[in-house]
């Protein structure tokens, strides 16, 4: 696991290059800025078309569209114009920051205003020597094939169904994020 100065580094890279959600920096920032946390990676959530050469196959799977924000149904059929061979699958994908506390009661407390906040998967991954890595990640989440071997297979109905409910669920979750920032704040406030 990397230590703090290593994940900040890499963070702050990664934000001078656009790679960081932008809807998720003031919350990243707020954690990074506290002595007890840091993270090291995170997503705001997202609406994907992922092409997957075989089931199971994450190594070889491809981005044909990615999204974090949410998508009208014109871009999302422009996007299906790229689909080529494979299976295709139509997701989205919840939050989901991985966060390092430095000991076992800020672990806790980070796991208990997760879960206050909604995020009802949050767990602890790995416990490391004074290194507590949680993972903070909900539950909205739509996994759909809808596409084989470059055909889509599912009706037009069905796919704008699918997307409302995905910007749905998208907006939820966002939502969520919201709340855990302000629970950050509080955190802040209390200790400066």
Request: hydrophobic share 40%; glycine share 4%; net charge positive.
């Amino acid at each position: 696991m990397m230590n703090k100065k290593e994940a900040l580094e890499k963070y702050e890279r990664a934000k001078s290059k656009g790679e960081v959600d932008k809807d998720i920096i003031s919350l990243l920032e707020k954690i990074n800025s506290l002595p007890y946390f840091y993270t090291t990676s995170s997503c705001s959530g997202r609406i994907v078309l992922l092409n997957i050469p075989e089931i199971g196959d994450k190594k070889d799977a491809k981005f044909v569209c990615k999204w974090h924000r949410e998508v009208d149904k014109k871009e999302l059929v422009n996007c299906l114009k790229d689909y080529k061979e494979h299976y295709l699958f139509f997701i989205m994908q919840s939050p989901i920051i991985h966060i390092v506390a430095s000991e076992t009661e800020w672990a806790n407390k980070l796991i208990k205003i997760s879960l206050e906040c909604g995020f009802k998967y949050t767990s602890i991954k790995k416990i490391e020597s004074k290194k507590i890595l949680v993972e903070v990640l909900s539950t909205e989440n739509l996994h759909i094939p809808i596409g084989r071997e470059g055909k889509i297979i599912v009706k037009e109905e069905q796919l704008t169904f699918f997307l409302e409910m995905a910007n749905k669920l998208l907006i939820r979750a966002k939502g969520k994020l919201k709340c855990l920032e302000e629970k950050i704040n509080s955190l802040l406030l209390s200790s400066s």
